[in-house]
Structures are given as C-alpha cells and as structure tokens.
C-alpha cells in the first residue's frame, strides 16, 4: 500500500478503536516516544511499572481520537523514506501528517505529525 491508503486504514483504525492496529501502524519511534512518555507519567504519579498498554496510551494517556473523517489525503512532498501528507476534512480544515517507510511498510510519525500541528 502507498502512504496515502496506509494513512485512511490507520484512521479508519483510530475511527473505530482499533488500539492494536493503531498502534502497529506507528512509526517505531512513535511508539517508543509514547512509551516513554506514559512511564514518565506513571512515575510522576507515583504509580508502579506495568507493561505498556497501547490502549491506555493512546486514547487514555494521548486522548487521540479521530474529530471528522478526512475528505481528502494528498501527497504534499516528494515521496523518498519520508512523505508529508495534507490531509482536509470537513470545512476545508486541513494537518499535515507525516509517513515513514519501516520495513518495506508506511507507518505514522505520529511525533513529528504532532510537532507540526499549530
């Protein structure tokens, strides 16, 4: 699949709380980042270690979820191991999200995608 076809499975996932999907169509450094960021929460809290609940992570701890689904997904750069994606939904609203190619598969940077985000 190209980047674009990945990236409306991925939403269509994130749509219906296909956590495990989800979370196997993130870039690995996505997932280590978010990871990281719920041991640090977890310890911050006072709360003991537990094996990463990709789940809890994403829609507890991220709270991600999917407001509108998108009209269109476009390539918005050249595509080479990294592609940038415009993605417009209702209302003409659009975000850019960016895709990397990991093991011969697109993957979401979601890290970078939330970097880019105003």
Do not use: C
């Amino acid at each position: 699949l190209g980047p674009e076809e990945t990236l409306n499975r991925f939403l269509a996932d994130l749509r219906f709380g296909r956590s495990e999907q989800v979370w196997a169509g993130l870039s690995q450094g996505s997932r280590i980042q978010l990871e990281q960021q719920h041991a640090e929460r977890r310890k911050v809290a006072g709360l003991p270690e537990q094996k990463p609940d990709p789940a809890k992570i994403l829609f507890a701890d991220l709270g991600l979820n999917l407001l509108s689904p998108p009209e269109s997904v476009a390539v918005a750069g050249p595509i080479s191991n990294t592609v940038r994606l415009r993605v417009t939904v209702e209302q003409g609203n659009s975000a850019d999200i960016y895709m990397v190619q990991e093991g011969g598969a697109w993957r979401g940077d979601l890290a970078k995608s939330l970097k880019a985000t105003p």
